[in-house]
């Protein structure tokens, strides 16, 4: 069992969250975590990379010279490869990288990453955290009050604020997720996370009314 102080938005401490991270994962896979990060950096990458094969290269396809007589090696178009200007032997071409594994391997990883970040004491739990308008400067001051100021956070909301992410947006090392956003990548990436109470609630299953 692992006692997670909660924190006010002034940065006082208020209580203690009690969180056995074996209610998430039972143990922590690196190896499946390694797969799921790398399926997602997979799946961001564009793919649209291209080099030119000897057809689309600009140029003449006329032989260069004759085939024997000269004392050279036998030679074909400028165009050729093997010479500088020449289109590429193995042309790179625009491809999809994107793959996907089970959902129940993602689901798991999502949770190994959670677990494994409060076992290394790195999830801050804060009682509350609304705006009634956005306000980059409360954000900053609540980040500073907490000990987070300069260090890359992910801040996790029950549900989605507009107003939380209107304030948190243009602070530097500082992204924004409600829980259904999580992922293993999001989650990892950064070195510590704030989530809500309510917001740590609905990730353990546990009643957030309670």
Same mark, same amino acid.
């Given at each position: 069992?692992?006692?997670?102080?909660?924190?006010?938005?002034?940065?006082?401490?208020? %209580?203690?969250?009690?969180?056995?991270?074996?209610?998430?994962?039972?143990?922590? &896979? !690196?190896?499946?975590? =390694? /797969?799921?990060?790398?399926?997602?950096?997979?799946?961001?990458?564009?793919? #649209? =990379?291209?080099? *030119? @094969?000897?057809?689309?290269?600009?140029?003449?396809?006329?032989?260069?010279?004759?085939?024997?007589? @000269?004392?050279?090696?036998?030679? %074909?178009?400028?165009?050729?490869?093997?010479?500088? %200007?020449?289109? =590429?032997?193995?042309?790179?071409?625009?491809? /999809?990288?994107?793959?996907?594994?089970? *959902?129940?391997?993602?689901?798991?990883?999502?949770?190994?990453?959670?677990?494994?970040?409060?076992? &290394?004491?790195?999830?801050?739990?804060? $009682?509350?955290?609304?705006?009634?308008?956005?306000?980059? !400067?409360?954000?900053?001051?609540?980040?500073?009050?907490?000990?987070?100021?300069?260090?890359?956070?992910?801040? +996790? +909301?029950?549900?989605? /604020?507009?107003?939380?992410?209107?304030?948190?947006?243009?602070?530097? !090392?500082?992204?924004?997720?409600?829980?259904?956003?999580?992922?293993?990548?999001?989650?990892? @990436?950064? !070195?510590?996370?704030?989530? #809500?109470?309510?917001?740590? $609630?609905?990730?353990? %299953?546990?009643?957030?009314?309670?």
């Amino acid at each position: 069992m692992v006692s997670l102080p909660i924190f006010k938005r002034n940065g006082e401490k208020v %209580g203690e969250y009690q969180v056995d991270p074996r209610e998430l994962a039972s143990c922590v &896979n !690196k190896q499946l975590l =390694h /797969d799921v990060v790398v399926m997602y950096q997979a799946n961001r990458r564009q793919g #649209t =990379h291209q080099t *030119k @094969t000897r057809s689309m290269v600009a140029g003449t396809t006329k032989k260069m010279y004759r085939q024997k007589g @000269t004392g050279n090696a036998r030679a %074909g178009s400028r165009r050729s490869g093997v010479r500088r %200007g020449g289109g =590429h032997m193995k042309a790179i071409s625009p491809r /999809d990288y994107s793959y996907r594994l089970p *959902k129940k391997a993602i689901r798991a990883a999502t949770k190994m990453a959670i677990a494994s970040k409060i076992i &290394n004491n790195q999830v801050l739990v804060i $009682d509350e955290l609304s705006f009634s308008e956005p306000k980059t !400067k409360e954000m900053a001051a609540v980040l500073k009050s907490l000990g987070l100021c300069g260090v890359s956070t992910l801040v +996790t +909301t029950a549900e989605r /604020d507009p107003n939380v992410v209107k304030s948190s947006r243009n602070i530097a !090392k500082v992204t924004i997720s409600p829980v259904s956003d999580l992922n293993a990548l999001v989650v990892l @990436t950064p !070195k510590k996370l704030l989530v #809500t109470k309510a917001a740590m $609630d609905r990730i353990l %299953g546990r009643n957030v009314a309670a």
